[in-house]
């Protein structure tokens, strides 16, 4: 009852953000009402959703992939495909996107769920990076490349479109984390979630149980690889277009550094890291010019103007020290 | 005829630098179970050290410097090698995926370090003229680099099999990747192997770094991670564990890579290499050469 | 004289609790059988002296507390291990397996390896993958017996092995073990009877007999109880 209650009051908050004219100096240009603030947050908020279907797979079911990223890009890619060249409404791409990669994903879970461990992880990056490497070199020229591929906009609803429409995106940004949240959970309380942490923790034991571990391996990926895609067509409105940098392997690590970041195996962790990731990639640097950092020396204001050094060392001292990522730091504190 | 010979001899070179990078991995996947997902920082490091030598000394005459240039680069992808096990890697004995999670976190802040100190943009190294000229091989042009390539990976290849097959130390870790259990109760300490393995690895990719800085022209903090996908690829298809495994490997993957990007369309040699590792996967899991996993 | 006393002795594999507080003592010089039904615990409890698998209780040798230490430490107490499946190297050769076993600071009896196994000293470089079950066995013995062991550690010597080689083995091991204290787990009762004097029933986790390996032997109800089968 009282994580309802947070859940609901936490979602309360967030949803009157774009109400309130104050807004956190340095970290953000401008207060919570202005575009810029709240295009960074709806960023972090598709972040925590794609967190959170990452951690379905990895964190509740002890799965390794590293070709996360991928149905995220396809997400991004497939429904700008069908908006510009199908000619198809933002929503009802969203919709055959969906269905298409449905399918997809339980054909590449299929064959990737045929090995274990480290042997999944390499096939499911061999994936993901196939698909990097097809979007760069663009055989058939309708993917940008490098650029990345401009959001159909005439195929948006008016809603949603225009600078002074940001404030809806947000809203549907955080809709989707919400929706997520709740599948998510839906799903990892169930029998089935239950199948799945068993998994995890000793598949040979569900064996003995008289179940099959594949098909349940099989859902699993299937459930996380579709919230993933939806996000990802969510992820394309809010930075209005679908880019190369979403379908590298540095991003699907990063995925998984978001889950571990924020605790894995536990869905608002893999939330909280995944927004925290979000603010801190896209912030950082804004940070780091300002005058407390300029005053460094140059060998150290060099790295801490990286977002990825400054993650990538609080990652590190999290996998040595607090393993169950920052909310197990918070729940420390709220017992201490 | 003749750029079939050089599409070969580059492709061999490519292999050269695969297997300095996936060697290393593929010992220490193999004796420890650790995916170190921080190699490509090591080839990287090696990289910037080759490119510092070769700016710093420019008074001493382009070969020998370049010679230092490795050495150099060696030296720093052994001694990261060694420190990433023994500060960070081995207190998290006993969790492998903790450990996998560690190395993916240093391999981000390592190359966000070197982009931080050297930016983004790619160095171009100083180079004893003559890897820019050609020699003549079967009637085809073939650059003095690629060859340099390949005859150093061919000497680290030697090298490491005299040291796997001539020391004990070799042998403790030959013993060691197949069952290091057994190797303890016959009272071999192998946790101390693992510092020689890391090192050793950190070894050689920091030469596959140097190197790499010839054959692409230039070193970036990235270039080591973007090679670290198709050395790993180089590891599953070779065998976990094995070093002749990967040596083959390493050629069936650079060679596949050059003559589909050649013969069939530029770009399409990644896919086809992506492909083959499908293929080897679900034919034969454990790679060409490697033990079958437990 | 004891060279082994194990107190109260818990193990746990996974979440099975294997050994529900065994108790017994081995005696120095001579052979004990470790002996009952198929997983009772005999080879949890090898294992657990060779601290290949955590434990509660104690396990000590001589002035040493086994349990807690690390295995490679164990072993260079003058502990040899010769596990159920053999485990040999298969990648290395048979010289090779046994340069690994030699522990520095003793002498390496390379002539009684090669005495008791002859067939060792013919394949030296052969790898050892490629050598039959037999000769895989007498590989892991040797390499057990190569340092002058102050205690063997053996697991089901003749599992899976012909007549004629089991009959070798049994020989080998007699010689082997005259001047030490061997632990042996047996499945196959005469081997055991052959070589041991004295006798430990594992069931269900704990101790349910103790004692010579004659009175076993030669009382077949006796033998029926504790083993469910009859030593012939």
Known sequence: MRGRIALGLTVLVLALLPLVPIGIPVVFTGDFTTPGTLQVLASALVLAAVAMSYDVVFGYTGLLSFGHALPFALGAYGTNLLMIHVGLDYPIAIGVMLLGHGVLAVLVGSLALRTAGVAFAMVTLAFAEAFALLVLSDPLRILGGEEGLPIASERVPDLFRGVVNTQNIYWLALALAVFTFLVAHRVVSSRAGRVFEAIRENEKRVEMMGLRPFPFKLAAFTISSTLAALAGSVYLLVVRGANAGITTPDFTLAILVMVVLGGAGKLWGAAIGGFVYGILTLRLSAVATSDAIDALPGWLSGPLSEPLFVLGVLFILLVLFAPGGLSSLRLRLRGA | ?294 | MTAVEVTDLHVWRGQAHILHGVTLTVPEHGVTALLGRNGVGKTTTLLAMMGLLPGQGSIRFGDTELLGTPTHLVARQGIGYVPEDREIFSTLTVAENLRLAERPGVEHRYDLVYDLFPVLKERLRQSAGTLSGGQQQMLSLARSILNPNRLLLIDEPTKGLAPIVIEHVVEALVHATSDTTVLLVEQNLWVASQLAKHAVVLDHGTVTYAGEMRTLADDPALAGRHLGVEVR
């Open chain 2, 1 to 294: 005829m003749s750029s079939f010979v050089l599409y070969t001899v580059t492709g061999l070179g490519l292999a050269g630098l695969y297997f300095l990078l996936a060697s290393g991995l593929s010992l220490i996947f193999g004796l420890m179970s650790v995916l170190n997902l921080a190699h490509g920082a090591f080839f990287a490091a090696g990289g910037y050290a080759a490119w510092w030598v070769m700016d710093s000394f420019d008074t001493v005459p382009a070969e020998p410097r370049f010679l230092l240039a490795v050495v150099a680069a060696g030296a720093v992808g052994a001694v990261a090698g060694a420190l990433v096990e023994r500060g960070l890697i081995r207190r998290l004995y006993g969790s492998h995926v903790r450990q996998i999670l560690l190395t993916i976190g240093l391999g981000m802040a390592a190359v966000a370090l070197m982009g931080g100190w050297f930016t983004y943009n790619p160095r171009l190294m100083d180079q004893p003229a003559w890897f820019g000229a050609t020699t003549q091989l079967v009637g085809a042009n073939i650059p003095n680099s690629r060859l340099l390539i390949l005859a150093v990976a061919i000497v680290m290849l030697v090298a490491l099999m005299a040291f796997l097959r001539g020391t004990r130390h070799g042998l403790i870790i030959r013993a060691g990747v197949e069952n290091p259990s057994m190797a303890r109760a016959l009272g071999v300490d192998v946790a101390r192997s693992f510092t020689i393995v890391f090192a050793l690895g950190g070894l050689l990719a920091g030469i596959g770094g140097a190197l790499g800085a010839v054959y692409f022209n230039g070193i970036s903090p990235s270039l080591g991670t973007t090679q670290l996908i198709f050395a790993f690829i180089v590891v599953v298809i070779g065998g976990l564990g094995s070093v002749p495994g990967t040596a083959v490997a390493a050629v069936l993957v650079a060679l596949t890579q050059i003559y589909v990007n050649n013969y069939v369309a530029t770009g399409l040699g990644s896919i086809a290499v992506v492909v083959l590792l499908a293929v080897v996967l679900l034919v034969r899991p454990q790679g060409l050469l490697g033990k079958v996993q437990p």
